[in-house]
T-cell receptor, first 117, second 111 residues
Framework: GAVVSQHPSWVICKSGTSVKIECRSLDFQATTMFWYRQFPKQSLMLMATSNEGSKATYEQGVEKDKFLINHASLTLSTLTVTSAHPEDSSFYIC?????????????FGQGTRLTVV | TQLLEQSPQFLSIQEGENLTVYCNSSSVFSSLQWYRQEPGEGPVLLVTVVTGGEVKKLKRLTFQFGDARKDSSLHITAAQPGDTGLYLCAGFSGNTGKLIFGQGTTLQVKP
């Protein structure tokens, strides 16, 4: 299957600082990338959907000024958590998809464990 | 809004037992995906079902897509401790292209 690389795998930052997470599709061009947040033993909650070259579409309740998403190319999307606080600590996962609407598949990065202290 | 209801959410069984996980929706999906996730890692795609009534097998795992493409099931035969993990169903929502997930099923297989 297609490979999606997410970096870093884990990060610890101080409260009030910003953290950038990268998501790269290594062997295919991703028309769409998704960003999820996952709490322990829970499912993935979609935060936003981004298409290359256009603004991300955020889910209801997700602060777009706090979670900045940039999808500058077909192989790279970034999520920046601005002015991070301890409640932002979570597991963040990206996925990338390609293909037609009928047979689109999504492939996931390995996730980033963010801890804000 | 299309939703996926997954059940059960938790399952603890003995090695060798069979189990079925269900993924239901009131909406039609063009396809549904099943993923397995280990702690601290991203989900790994197991299978995609596309055609109503389709059955796919992956070793001891059998996946079925409902005739109306509103539901799917995952059946594991003779479960093994290595099957332990979080199983997730997901589907692309209508014209938005969003990939949404069910609540997940945490499976524990005891030796």
């Amino acid at each position: 299957g297609a490979v999606v690389s997410q970096h870093p795998s884990w990060v610890i930052c101080k409260s009030g600082t910003s953290v950038k997470i990268e998501c790269r599709s290594l062997d295919f061009q991703a028309t769409t990338m998704f960003w999820y947040r996952q709490f322990p033993k829970q499912s993935l909650m979609l935060m936003a959907t981004s298409n290359e070259g256009s603004k991300a579409t955020y889910e209801q309740g997700v602060e777009k000024d706090k979670f900045l998403i940039n999808h500058a190319s077909l192989t790279l999307s970034t999520l920046t958590v601005t002015s991070a606080h301890p409640e932002d600590s979570s597991f963040y996962i990206c996925s990338a998809s390609y293909g037609t609407a009928m047979n689109t598949e999504a492939f996931f990065g390995q996730g980033t464990r963010l801890t804000v202290v | 809004t299309q939703l996926l209801e997954q059940s059960p959410q938790f399952l603890s069984i003995q090695e060798g037992e069979n189990l079925t996980v269900y993924c239901n929706s009131s909406s039609v999906f063009s396809s549904l995906q099943w993923y397995r996730q280990e702690p601290g890692e991203g989900p790994v795609l197991l299978v995609t079902v596309v055609t109503g009534g389709e059955v796919k097998k992956l070793k001891r795992l059998t996946f079925q897509f409902g005739d109306a493409r509103k539901d799917s099931s995952l059946h594991i035969t003779a479960a093994q401790p290595g099957d332990t993990g979080l199983y997730l169903c997901a589907g692309f929502s209508g014209n938005t292209g969003k990939l949404i997930f069910g609540q997940g099923t945490t499976l524990q297989v005891k030796p």
